[in-house]
C-alpha cells in the first residue's frame, strides 16, 4: 500500500517567528551572514562560504554573466544558466571570472582603420564612450590608442574619417603595468586626471582597463565575495545528460562550484554525474532537487557538497498541476533539514542546504534559514532587477521585466525534466511571465538585508547558525493570516487630493 503522510504539505508563509529575548549585543551591525555552502567536517572552515545567503536561480532569464558579478560583489553566488551551448556558458564564466574588481576586460574594441562612424555605431550598440584601439581590434591585442567621445566632433567630422587621424595614440597615453594594483591604479588615475587607465603587459598588450567610477564602486562593496586571484566567485549550473563535456569546459573557464540543475534530483543520474566529477575533478558540486529525507541521504551518499531543497514552488513553476510532484516548501525544508541534523550528529560532516523556489516576500528568506536553509535560491526576486539578462518592457503604465521559466517552451531546457526520454520537452512546466521592474540589485539587497537582520535581532540571533539553533517557530491559522497585513483600516492612495 502507498505511504501516506499524514500530515498536510505546508508554505511559508503559513509560519511565523516567535521573538526571543534580544540582548544587548544583538544589534543589525553586529549580524554576521556569512553561511556555509560546500560540506565540511565539525570544527573545519567550509572550502567555499557566502557572505549574505543568497544564490540567484539557474535560469536564463536570471544568471548570466552581468548578474554573476553584480550578486558576487554583493556577497552572494549565480549560478550561471546551463541551458545553453556548453561554449556559450563558458564564455560567460570566464567573463564573470575576468572581471577583476576594477579592472575590466575592455569591451568596445576597433583598430586604427575603423573609422568614426564605426565609433558612432559601437557607441549605439554598446553604449560605452570609450573604445580601445588595438591592432588587431580585440580586447587582448596591442593597444595603440584610445578613443573617447573628447577626440571627435559628433556634428562635423566626416563619418569616414579614419581612427588613426583621430585617436589619442599610445604614445601620449598615461598606462599602468600588468601587476599593478588597484590602489596604485587608482593614484594614476588622480595624478593624471584620467578617467580611464589602460594596464598593458610589456609587450603593450591590452590586458585591461581601470575606470575611475569603477575604483569608487569598489569601495562601497565591503561584502564582494572574491577567490585567492581576487576574481569574483563564480557558479555554474549543468544537466544530467552533456555533463562530460559541459563540466570540463566549465572548470576550464574558472567556474569555483556547479549544481546539477533538475526538476526532481532523486536520481540515478544525479548520482552518475556527482561520480563523474568527483573522480575527474576538484570542484565542489550542489545536488537536487529533493523535498524528502530519502532524496537527502541519497544524494550524500553519491558526494553531493550541497543539497537544494524544492520541488513545485517556483513562482513560474506548474509542476504540480501539470504532474501532481512536489510539496510544501516548508514542509520540504523541515523534514531535510532534521535529516542533515541527524546526519551531522552521525559522522560529523555538516551539509549545507539550499532553499530554492517560493520566496515571495523577504520574511521568507528570514524563514528559511530559521528552518535550517544556509541559503536560498531564487529566481523571480532577482529578475526583477536591471541585473537580470531580460528586456524591461513597459506594459500598461508599469515597467517590467521578462522572466521565464526553465521548463517553459521558451527556455527549452529539455535536460532539467528529462526522465531518460526524448530529447524535448512534451509539455511545459514553467510558464512565461512579466515580474515588476524592481530598479538595481543592491539597492533592493540592502532593504532585504535590513529586514532580515533586523528579524535576527528579533529572535536574538546575529549568526545564521545561531538563528537555527535559537529560532522559535509557529504555525498560523487560516483566521489569524488575516490579522497578518493591514486589516479593518482603509488603505490611502497616492495621488488622492492632499497627498
Ligand atoms: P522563484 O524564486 O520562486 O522564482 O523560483 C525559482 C526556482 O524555480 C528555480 O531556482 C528553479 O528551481 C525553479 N524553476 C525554474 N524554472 C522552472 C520551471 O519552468 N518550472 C518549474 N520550476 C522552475
Given at each position: 500500500?502507498?505511504?501516506?503522510?499524514?500530515?498536510?504539505?505546508?508554505?511559508?508563509?503559513?509560519?511565523?517567528?516567535?521573538?526571543?529575548?534580544?540582548?544587548?549585543?544583538?544589534?543589525?551591525?553586529?549580524?554576521?551572514?556569512?553561511?556555509?555552502?560546500?560540506?565540511?567536517?565539525r570544527g573545519e572552515q567550509p572550502r567555499l562560504a557566502l557572505n549574505i545567503p543568497f544564490s540567484s536561480a539557474v535560469m536564463?532569464?536570471?544568471?548570466?554573466?552581468?548578474?554573476?558579478?553584480?550578486?558576487?560583489?554583493?556577497?552572494?553566488?549565480?549560478?550561471?544558466?546551463?541551458?545553453?551551448?556548453?561554449?556559450?556558458?563558458?564564455?560567460?564564466?570566464?567573463?564573470?571570472?575576468?572581471?577583476?574588481?576594477?579592472?575590466?576586460?575592455?569591451?568596445?574594441?576597433?583598430?586604427?582603420?575603423?573609422?568614426?562612424?564605426?565609433?558612432?555605431?559601437?557607441?549605439?550598440?554598446?553604449?560605452?564612450?570609450?573604445?580601445?584601439?588595438?591592432?588587431?581590434?580585440?580586447?587582448?591585442?596591442?593597444?595603440?590608442?584610445?578613443?573617447?567621445?573628447?577626440?571627435?566632433?559628433?556634428?562635423?567630422?566626416?563619418?569616414?574619417k579614419p581612427i588613426r587621424a583621430f585617436m589619442t595614440p599610445y604614445a601620449s597615453l598615461v598606462c599602468g603595468r600588468s601587476?599593478?594594483?588597484?590602489?596604485?591604479?587608482?593614484?594614476?588615475?588622480?595624478?593624471?586626471?584620467?578617467?580611464?587607465?589602460?594596464?598593458?603587459?610589456?609587450?603593450?598588450?591590452?590586458?585591461?582597463?581601470?575606470?575611475?567610477?569603477?575604483?569608487?564602486?569598489?569601495?562601497?562593496?565591503?561584502?564582494?565575495?572574491?577567490?585567492?586571484?581576487?576574481?569574483?566567485?563564480?557558479?555554474?549550473?549543468?544537466?544530467?545528460?552533456?555533463?562530460?563535456?559541459?563540466?570540463?569546459?566549465?572548470?576550464?573557464?574558472?567556474?569555483?562550484?556547479?549544481?546539477?540543475?533538475?526538476?526532481?534530483?532523486?536520481?540515478?543520474?544525479?548520482?552518475?554525474?556527482?561520480?563523474?566529477?568527483?573522480?575527474?575533478?576538484?570542484?565542489?558540486?550542489?545536488?537536487?532537487?529533493?523535498?524528502?529525507?530519502?532524496?537527502?541521504?541519497?544524494?550524500?551518499?553519491?558526494?553531493?557538497?550541497?543539497?537544494?531543497?524544492?520541488?513545485?514552488?517556483?513562482?513560474?513553476?506548474?509542476?504540480?498541476?501539470?504532474?501532481?510532484?512536489?510539496?510544501?516548501?516548508?514542509?520540504?525544508?523541515?523534514?531535510?533539514?532534521?535529516?542533515?541534523?541527524?546526519?551531522?550528529?552521525?559522522?560529523?560532516?555538516?551539509?549545507?542546504?539550499?532553499?530554492?523556489?517560493?520566496?515571495?516576500?523577504?520574511?521568507?528568506?528570514?524563514?528559511?534559514?530559521?528552518?535550517?536553509?544556509?541559503?536560498?535560491?531564487?529566481?523571480?526576486?532577482?529578475?526583477?532587477?536591471?541585473?537580470?539578462?531580460?528586456?524591461?518592457?513597459?506594459?500598461?503604465?508599469?515597467?517590467?521585466?521578462?522572466?521565464?521559466?526553465?521548463?517553459?517552451?521558451?527556455?527549452?531546457?529539455?535536460?532539467?525534466?528529462?526522465?531518460?526520454?526524448?530529447?524535448?520537452?512534451?509539455?511545459?512546466?514553467?510558464?512565461?511571465?512579466?515580474?515588476?521592474?524592481?530598479?538595481?540589485?543592491?539597492?533592493?539587497?540592502?532593504?532585504?538585508?535590513?529586514?532580515?537582520?533586523?528579524?535576527?535581532?528579533?529572535?536574538?540571533?546575529?549568526?545564521?547558525?545561531?538563528?537555527?539553533?535559537?529560532?522559535?517557530?509557529?504555525?498560523?491559522?487560516?483566521?489569524?493570516?488575516?490579522?497578518?497585513?493591514?486589516?479593518?483600516?482603509?488603505?490611502?492612495?497616492?495621488?488622492?487630493?492632499?497627498?
Amino acid at each position: 500500500m502507498a505511504k501516506f503522510y499524514t500530515e498536510p504539505s505546508r508554505t511559508f508563509s503559513e509560519y511565523l517567528l516567535i521573538p526571543n529575548l534580544t540582548r544587548r549585543d544583538c544589534t543589525t551591525e553586529r549580524v554576521s551572514l556569512r553561511t556555509p555552502i560546500v560540506k565540511h567536517g565539525r570544527g573545519e572552515q567550509p572550502r567555499l562560504a557566502l557572505n549574505i545567503p543568497f544564490s540567484s536561480a539557474v535560469m536564463q532569464s536570471v544568471s548570466d554573466d552581468v548578474m554573476a558579478v553584480a550578486l558576487a560583489r554583493s556577497g552572494g553566488i549565480s549560478f550561471i544558466f546551463g541551458s545553453q551551448s556548453v561554449a556559450e556558458q563558458a564564455r560567460m564564466v570566464g567573463k564573470a571570472k575576468a572581471f577583476k574588481a576594477g579592472f575590466v576586460v575592455s569591451r568596445s574594441n576597433l583598430t586604427p582603420d575603423h573609422t568614426l562612424a564605426d565609433v558612432r555605431a559601437l557607441k549605439a550598440s554598446t553604449g560605452h564612450s570609450t573604445v580601445a584601439i588595438t591592432d588587431d581590434g580585440t580586447p587582448r591585442g596591442k593597444l595603440l590608442g584610445i578613443v573617447t567621445s573628447r577626440d571627435y566632433r559628433d556634428s562635423r567630422d566626416p563619418a569616414d574619417k579614419p581612427i588613426r587621424a583621430f585617436m589619442t595614440p599610445y604614445a601620449s597615453l598615461v598606462c599602468g603595468r600588468s601587476g599593478i594594483s588597484l590602489p596604485e591604479a587608482n593614484d594614476l588615475i588622480w595624478e593624471h586626471k584620467l578617467n580611464v587607465l589602460p594596464i598593458v603587459d610589456e609587450t603593450q598588450r591590452l590586458e585591461h582597463l581601470v575606470f575611475r567610477k569603477d575604483y569608487d564602486a569598489h569601495k562601497e562593496y565591503p561584502l564582494q565575495l572574491l577567490d585567492a586571484n581576487k576574481s569574483y566567485v563564480v557558479g555554474a549550473g549543468i544537466n544530467t545528460r552533456d555533463y562530460k563535456e559541459r563540466v570540463p569546459a566549465l572548470v576550464a573557464a574558472g567556474a569555483d562550484i556547479l549544481v546539477i540543475d533538475a526538476s526532481d534530483g532523486y536520481s540515478e543520474w544525479q548520482r552518475d554525474t556527482i561520480e563523474y566529477i568527483k573522480s575527474n575533478f576538484d570542484i565542489p558540486v550542489g545536488a537536487g532537487n529533493i523535498v524528502d529525507r530519502e532524496g537527502f541521504r541519497y544524494l550524500v551518499a553519491a558526494g553531493a557538497d550541497f543539497v537544494k531543497v524544492g520541488i513545485g514552488g517556483g513562482s513560474i513553476c506548474i509542476t504540480r498541476e501539470q504532474k501532481g510532484i512536489g510539496r510544501g516548501q516548508a514542509s520540504a525544508l523541515i523534514e531535510v533539514a532534521e535529516e542533515r541534523d541527524r546526519y551531522y550528529e552521525e559522522t560529523g560532516i555538516y551539509v549545507p542546504l539550499c532553499s530554492d523556489g517560493g520566496i515571495v516576500h523577504d520574511y521568507h528568506i528570514t524563514l528559511a534559514l530559521a528552518m535550517g536553509a544556509d541559503f536560498v535560491m531564487m529566481g523571480r526576486y532577482f529578475a526583477r532587477f536591471d541585473e537580470s539578462p531580460t528586456r524591461k518592457l513597459k506594459v500598461g503604465n508599469n515597467f517590467v521585466k521578462e522572466f521565464w521559466g526553465e521548463g517553459s517552451n521558451r527556455a527549452r531546457n529539455w535536460q532539467r525534466y528529462d526522465s531518460g526520454g526524448k530529447e524535448n520537452l512534451l509539455f511545459e512546466e514553467g510558464v512565461d511571465s512579466y515580474v515588476p521592474y524592481a530598479g538595481g540589485l543592491q539597492e533592493n539587497l540592502d532593504k532585504t538585508l535590513g529586514k532580515i537582520k533586523s528579524t535576527m535581532c528579533n529572535c536574538g540571533s546575529i549568526s545564521i547558525p545561531e538563528l537555527q539553533r535559537e529560532a522559535r517557530i509557529t504555525l498560523v491559522s487560516a483566521t489569524s493570516l488575516v490579522e497578518g497585513g493591514a486589516h479593518d483600516v482603509m488603505i490611502k492612495e497616492t495621488g488622492l487630493s492632499g497627498d
